[in-house]
């Protein structure tokens, strides 16, 4: 998650000379400052030319230039310290050129990598911060300081960017949003999804000012940085890996975003409101936007219940300082607390961090309280004094609790019916117990009992993977039923979910089949008519059942046909006839019975044609058709 460094702000001193008076009515002439920024042949360093124009009316002026700098070239200026030079008033236009440490690694909350860096090929580097002091005869003096890229690149206030790079803009709810996206980046999301993410979250997020955003997605092979994002300053800069995700409960874009918004200054006390307040939004952003289930929203709340953070009591940063209980236990702090607004207060989270959320204002514990007291009551208050001063954890709410409470969707997902399809069967069947090559379908229906219309998402999963997923939109009120199918090829028990339903499924291979019955018709023929045998079949077990039957006569096999039994019986049947009178044994499976031919003086014969074809067929028994019906009778 991001980290947001403590920023050293240009030191700003402006003096009046005494006794001189400035010329009244004159416009004031400011006082320039540009850093230009460029490649150096040093390794985690940048040159810096810090160039400034210096009006008639300035008296004297010194520069105060970051630590750890070496100094290539003054002109205009005289060193007095390693870090503070005096314009010496020999031109206008003074400069001092000096290499700056770029790279800045650390260990953020055990993370160890870098938070800005400077390679061969770019820089994403924070701008040197110049402090500036002056004597002058005008009473309106001011200094105007600007940061630019020498070559290529891009700067804003407090980050700037060396090299290759496209620009991508757009604005929303008074805001502009810039997206540098660097030729050496790899962008996950698409440019035009990012900055649409921003606009939402700025129409959506009013917490007070929407200072201009410069976001940088920041190059991560052969990088390590630490943290996933930084925001900079008291402004709009931001750095995002290049490889995060936007709609997730940790969208660290929206995450870094946030924290643009805040302009407020933390004490100790309030200092965990800077991360919790922007993993809260981030989460909530996610939820709000359909991007995620509200059990993933819950699942990132938890993540403050960690046995880990038993000991933290939020406003003491001493006992979280090394952890990330600020991320994690400030989220469910604010997501307890917003919900608790808006049930018991008719107001929002919002509304209350909009009230002390002032630049360079500070937010002491005090006014925190009093800011939540003053919305939501001493109830509200009580909490918050509460979870921040003690260890004890507030309660994350139930779906139906936070719908309650901020309206929107609530989109609940029931598995209504299962039932079967495949080679044997088809129709509902509960428990779902199959046979290999059967297939589980099921209807699950997705109904909104929210306030608002909303997205959803609908994922199969079979023993926790996630087989198919159906995506939609339902108005409030209104139901919709989702099938799916799910072939089975291997026996086992499977478990298939679907959002907090469970349905276990056991697939078994199909039992063998059985013979329960055999007719013949006519059983006394005469020779050559053609005798019907009808085999009934059923499964041998309590399952649908497959296998193959053979009828035979005197013990020869005469036709044989797979079956396949779902529930009840199947018949087959075969047609044959018999040349010569006399007694006959015809069987099917364990099933026996005889056909008697008779003699019949007036027909002296039909011709056996096929006789000879039936190879292993004893003589005078010829097939004369073989036809197999499959005749399920029973339940369905
Ligand atoms: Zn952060």
Known sequence: MGARPVVVFALVVGCLLGGVV??????????????????????DRIDVETRLS???????????????????AAEGFERIDDRTYAWTGSTATPSLEYEYDATVRGTHRRREGVTFVANDEWALVRTPSVGVSWRSTDTDSELLQTNAVDGEGIASTHMAYLGPYTEHTSSAAGQTFR??????ADLREDPD????AFEAAAERLVIGSR????????????????????????????WVRDAERLGTTRNTWIHEYVHTRQRYVPTDATRWTVEGMADYYAALLAYESGDVGYAAFRDRLERGTDPQYDDVRLADPGTWSETTADYARGAQLFAHLDRR?????????????????????????????????????????????????????????????HVAAFGGPDIRRSIAETAVSGPYRTGPIDPPELVVGETLELDVVAENVGTAAGGFEVELRVDGEAVAIREGRLDAGVSTTLRFAREFDSTGEFELAV????????????????????DVAPAAPIPGEPVTLRATVASAADRPAAGEVTVRADGDPIATESVRVGEGTVTVETTVSFDDPGEYVVSAGGQRTTVSVREDAASPGIDPTGLDDQPGLGAGIAVIAVLVALAAVGRR
């Not at 400035?22 to 920024?37: R, T």
């Not at 997206?179 to 050496?184: D, F, G, K, N, Q």
């Not at 940088?216 to 996933?228: F, K, L, R, S, V």
């Open 54 to 72: 210096i009006p008639d009316s300035t008296a004297e002026l010194e520069i105060t230039i970051p630590a750890d700098t070496d100094v290539t």
């Open 499 to 518: 959002g907090t339903e469970r349905a276990a499924v056991t697939v078994r291979e199909p039992a063998g089949i059985e013979v329960v019955g055999l």
């Open 22 to 43: 400035g010329v009244s009515g004159a416009a004031a002439e400011p006082i320039e400052l540009e850093n230009g920024l460029s490649q150096s042949g040093t390794d």
């Open 341 to 401: 607004l808006r049930a018991d207060a008719d107001t929002s989270l919002d509304a209350a961090i909009a009230g002390v959320n002032r630049p360079k204002r500070e937010l002491t514990q005090r006014r925190f309280l009093s800011a939540i007291g003053s919305a939501g009551g001493t109830d509200v208050r009580a909490d918050t004094e509460r979870y921040t001063e003690t260890t004890a954890t507030p309660p994350i709410a139930s779906r139906s609790d």
């Open 211 to 238: 200072p201009d955003v410069f976001a940088i997605a920041a190059p991560t092979a052969g990088q390590t940085w630490g943290p996933a994002g930084v925001q900079r300053g008291p402004g709009g800069d931001m």
């Open 179 to 184: 997206l540098v996206v660097p030729e050496a």
């Open 193 to 196: 999804e990012i900055l649409g």
